[in-house]
Nanobody
Framework: QVQLVESGGGLVQSGGSLRLSCAAS????????MNWYRQVPGKEREFVASITPAGSFTNYADSVKGRFTIFRDNAKNTVFLRMNSLKPEDTAVYYC?????????????WGQGTQVTVSS
Protein backbone atom coordinates (compact mmCIF):
# COMPACT_ATOMS: atom_id res chain seq x y z
CA GLN A 1 0.00 0.00 0.00
CA VAL A 2 1.33 3.39 -1.01
CA GLN A 3 1.32 5.57 2.08
CA LEU A 4 3.09 7.96 4.39
CA VAL A 5 2.62 7.66 8.15
CA GLU A 6 3.76 10.44 10.47
CA SER A 7 4.49 10.13 14.16
CA GLY A 8 6.26 12.00 16.94
CA GLY A 9 3.99 14.96 17.49
CA GLY A 10 2.86 16.08 20.91
CA LEU A 11 2.73 18.87 23.45
CA VAL A 12 5.96 20.68 24.29
CA GLN A 13 6.87 23.87 26.08
CA SER A 14 8.27 26.86 24.26
CA GLY A 15 11.98 26.35 23.69
CA GLY A 16 11.64 22.59 23.65
CA SER A 17 12.35 20.03 20.97
CA LEU A 18 10.54 17.31 19.08
CA ARG A 19 11.48 14.87 16.37
CA LEU A 20 8.87 13.92 13.81
CA SER A 21 9.11 10.76 11.73
CA CYS A 22 7.46 9.80 8.46
CA ALA A 23 7.52 6.17 7.39
CA ALA A 24 6.99 5.54 3.69
CA SER A 25 5.78 2.37 2.04
CA UNK A 26 4.61 1.15 -1.34
CA UNK A 27 7.02 3.16 -3.48
CA UNK A 28 10.75 3.52 -4.04
CA UNK A 29 11.43 6.00 -1.28
CA UNK A 30 15.07 6.63 -2.20
CA UNK A 31 14.10 8.04 -5.61
CA UNK A 32 12.07 11.00 -4.38
CA UNK A 33 12.36 14.36 -2.74
CA MET A 34 10.56 14.36 0.58
CA ASN A 35 8.82 17.34 2.13
CA TRP A 36 7.30 18.52 5.37
CA TYR A 37 4.38 20.93 5.45
CA ARG A 38 2.26 22.27 8.28
CA GLN A 39 -1.23 23.67 8.63
CA VAL A 40 -3.11 25.69 11.20
CA PRO A 41 -6.92 25.55 11.17
CA GLY A 42 -8.31 28.24 8.89
CA LYS A 43 -5.01 28.78 7.10
CA GLU A 44 -3.40 27.31 4.02
CA ARG A 45 -0.93 24.48 4.32
CA GLU A 46 2.59 25.90 4.27
CA PHE A 47 5.94 24.49 3.25
CA VAL A 48 8.38 23.73 6.05
CA ALA A 49 11.31 21.76 4.64
CA SER A 50 12.43 19.46 1.83
CA ILE A 51 15.25 17.04 1.15
CA THR A 52 16.60 15.52 -2.06
CA PRO A 53 16.65 11.74 -2.63
CA ALA A 54 20.19 11.14 -1.38
CA GLY A 55 19.89 13.76 1.32
CA SER A 56 22.52 15.96 -0.31
CA PHE A 57 20.42 19.12 -0.41
CA THR A 58 17.83 20.57 1.92
CA ASN A 59 15.60 23.61 1.83
CA TYR A 60 13.73 25.37 4.62
CA ALA A 61 11.07 27.98 5.10
CA ASP A 62 12.56 31.18 6.48
CA SER A 63 10.46 30.81 9.62
CA VAL A 64 12.22 27.57 10.64
CA LYS A 65 15.76 28.07 9.31
CA GLY A 66 18.36 27.42 11.97
CA ARG A 67 15.84 25.66 14.23
CA PHE A 68 14.54 22.72 12.19
CA THR A 69 16.55 20.00 10.45
CA ILE A 70 15.21 17.57 7.86
CA PHE A 71 17.07 14.31 7.30
CA ARG A 72 16.33 10.85 5.97
CA ASP A 73 17.27 7.21 6.32
CA ASN A 74 16.75 5.54 2.95
CA ALA A 75 17.49 2.11 4.41
CA LYS A 76 14.48 2.55 6.69
CA ASN A 77 12.29 4.46 4.20
CA THR A 78 11.88 7.21 6.75
CA VAL A 79 12.23 10.97 6.73
CA PHE A 80 12.59 13.00 9.91
CA LEU A 81 12.10 16.55 11.05
CA ARG A 82 14.11 17.59 14.07
CA MET A 83 12.55 20.70 15.62
CA ASN A 84 14.51 22.71 18.19
CA SER A 85 13.78 26.01 19.94
CA LEU A 86 10.08 25.53 19.33
CA LYS A 87 7.80 28.54 19.50
CA PRO A 88 4.04 28.78 20.05
CA GLU A 89 3.69 29.83 16.41
CA ASP A 90 5.05 26.42 15.38
CA THR A 91 1.82 24.88 16.65
CA ALA A 92 0.20 23.09 13.70
CA VAL A 93 -0.57 19.74 12.15
CA TYR A 94 2.58 18.59 10.39
CA TYR A 95 2.29 16.60 7.17
CA CYS A 96 4.77 14.50 5.26
CA UNK A 97 4.59 14.77 1.47
CA UNK A 98 6.05 13.35 -1.70
CA UNK A 99 5.27 13.74 -5.39
CA UNK A 100 5.62 10.22 -6.75
CA UNK A 101 5.38 8.74 -10.20
CA UNK A 102 2.37 6.61 -11.00
CA UNK A 103 2.71 6.16 -14.73
CA UNK A 104 1.39 7.88 -16.76
CA UNK A 105 0.84 10.57 -14.16
CA UNK A 106 2.10 11.78 -10.78
CA UNK A 107 0.54 11.45 -7.37
CA UNK A 108 0.84 14.06 -4.68
CA UNK A 109 1.04 11.82 -1.63
CA TRP A 110 0.23 13.06 1.89
CA GLY A 111 0.30 11.46 5.29
CA GLN A 112 -2.48 11.80 7.84
CA GLY A 113 -0.60 14.44 9.82
CA THR A 114 0.68 14.68 13.37
CA GLN A 115 -0.28 17.44 15.80
CA VAL A 116 2.44 19.60 17.33
CA THR A 117 1.39 21.95 20.12
CA VAL A 118 3.85 24.39 21.67
CA SER A 119 2.75 26.04 24.89
CA SER A 120 4.04 29.43 25.97
Amino acid sequence: QVQLVESGGGLVQSGGSLRLSCAASGFTFSMYNMNWYRQVPGKEREFVASITPAGSFTNYADSVKGRFTIFRDNAKNTVFLRMNSLKPEDTAVYYCNALISEVPTWRNLWGQGTQVTVSS
